[in-house]
């Protein structure tokens, strides 16, 4: 199985800052990789995929760049409505597997 | 749009069979994959396995001994079971649409809101 190690695990920010997410692959898997956001008691929701493609409806604060083996989730102008769990994914063989989690919150 | 919606039992005994049914609206079964994803209390993502409206699967290894998937093309629905259960399983489960979108790339979207399983006597 290819393992999602995300970094940090959680972080707190102001609003306005911004804030950068790590996830790291345990072998390359090009740009095989999905970014979800779950705020508290619902279901994630797909932020990013491919890498860096902004799904439709998602504001053009968030941001994904990487290849490979390293990727990163970039807020721009954190939020209040940004606080949640994120999440990385990869897709590029089976099983699917994710990311620990990053909780982010407001300072 | 697309709108999945999770049921079933909320409290299994330990050692019987969880059974899960996904209801889709807004389009057909018939034209994607499916997939399950389950979260313990607190804890990470973990992916089940996807099921195509042909029935033809994919199981995550960790699992597989022990899921079963089915599709019911005629009530636009699909299905887990997952037998032999422990306090272990024990989880939200999510069913979500698994999409093949640009450069080949896999992503699950939307999801049901969730529905928890407990595995208690």
């Known amino acids: 199985d290819i393992q999602m190690t995300q970094s940090p695990s959680s972080l707190s920010a102001s609003v306005g800052d911004r804030v950068t997410i790590t996830c790291r692959a345990s072998?390359?898997?090009?740009?095989?990789l999905n970014w979800y956001q779950q705020k508290p008691g619902k279901a994630p929701k797909l932020l990013i995929y491919?890498?860096?493609s902004l799904q439709s409806g998602v504001p053009s604060r968030f941001s994904g760049s990487g290849s490979g083996t390293d990727f990163t989730l970039t807020i721009n102008s954190l939020q209040p409505e940004d606080v949640a769990t994120y999440y990385c994914?990869?897709?590029?063989?089976?099983?699917?597997?994710f990311g620990q989690g990053t909780k982010v919150e407001i300072k | 749009q697309v709108q999945l919606q999770e049921s079933g039992p909320g409290l299994v005994k330990p050692s019987e069979t969880l059974s899960l049914t996904c209801t889709v609206s807004?389009?057909?079964?018939?034209?994607?994959?499916w997939t399950w994803i389950r979260q313990p209390p607190g804890k990470g993502l973990e992916w089940i396995g996807y099921?195509?409206?042909?029935?033809?699967?994919n199981y995550n290894p960790s699992l597989k001994s022990r899921v079963t998937m089915s599709v019911d093309t005629s009530k636009n629905q699909f299905s887990l079971k997952l037998k032999s259960v422990t306090a272990a399983d024990t989880a939200v489960y999510f069913c979500?649409?698994?999409?093949?979108?640009?450069?080949?790339?896999?992503?699950?979207?939307?999801w049901g809101q969730g529905t928890l399983v407990t595995v208690s006597s």
């Open positions: 979500a649409r698994d999409l093949l979108g640009t450069a080949k790339v896999w992503w699950f979207d939307p």
């Open positions: 807004g389009d057909s079964i018939s034209t994607y994959y």
């Open positions: 099921i195509y409206y042909s029935g033809s699967t």
């Open positions: 072998q390359g898997i090009s740009s095989y």
């Open positions: 491919a890498a860096s």
């Open positions: 994914q990869q897709s590029y063989s089976s099983p699917r597997t």
